[in-house]
């Protein structure tokens, strides 16, 4: 079965660093997300991407942030200075456009999570 | 705005009882979308079910069995016999009427299944 893949799935990071996650989209998916759950926390969104650009963005998606389409098949966020706050397991997620037939489902990866200390 | 309320925050029951997760749901869309997610403890999210809101069929699944009443913005889950490999965090989520793009969670229940 297809499966978004997410890397690392484990990172540790000190505060102010660079950090850049990964993810491979399910490959004939052309919505791409992600989401960020701060442990014990609800699943919020940051960000929603199609057609090599940012569709919709939420608060948390700030300056820090950014997302981008390398290539053909990976899907990457940045976080630019990480702050002690922006530790929390990030998901990458992916949909089939619009109207094919399709449960409407979103699919997620397994999730990186960051520690920033 | 959207908002999704999962007022239960942990329930317990025992290995074989019934249990019902409660959802509420609030938005200004005439067309949206219901989820249900769980969340083992292993941290991934499972999808369960997604509905439109011209749907208010109930549907079952095996065990699990969704009540969707838009009277009032409901979209209960009840698992039927639950077992030990029902524990986990179960999300509630509502999406616009694209259906695509951003999805509103709920704060989730923790259900623990005691054997």
């Known amino acids: 079965e297809p499966e978004v893949t997410q890397t690392p799935s484990h990172q540790v990071t000190q505060m102010g660093q660079e950090v850049i996650l990964r993810c491979v989209p399910i490959s004939n998916h052309l919505y791409f997300y992600w989401y960020r759950q701060i442990l014990g926390q609800k699943v919020e969104f940051l960000v929603s991407?199609?057609?090599?650009?940012?569709?919709?963005k939420s608060e948390i998606f700030d300056d820090q942030f950014s997302v981008e389409r390398p290539d053909g098949s990976n899907f990457t966020l940045k976080i630019r200075s990480t702050k002690l706050e922006d530790s929390a397991m990030y998901f990458c997620?992916?949909?089939?456009?619009?109207?094919?037939?399709?449960?409407?489902?979103?699919?997620f990866g397994e999730g990186s999570r960051l520690t920033v200390l | 705005a959207q908002k999704v309320t999962q007022a239960q925050t942990e329930i317990s029951v025992v290995e074989k009882e019934d249990v019902t997760l409660d959802c509420v749901y609030e938005t200004r869309d005439t067309t949206y979308y219901l989820f249900w997610y769980k969340q083992p403890p292993s941290g991934e999210l499972v999808f369960l079910i997604r509905r439109n809101s011209f749907d208010e069929q109930n549907e079952i699944s095996g065990r699990y069995s969704w009540n969707f009443q838009k009277s009032t913005s409901s979209f209960n889950f009840t698992i039927t016999a639950s077992q030990v490999v029902d524990s986990a965090v179960y999300f509630c989520a509502l999406s616009d009427s694209g259906g695509y793009q951003k999805v509103t969670f709920g704060t989730g229940t923790k259900l623990q299944v005691i054997p």
């Open positions: 991407f199609y057609n090599n650009e940012i569709s919709e």
């Open positions: 997620a992916s949909s089939e456009l619009p109207g094919t037939s399709n449960t409407g489902e979103l699919f």
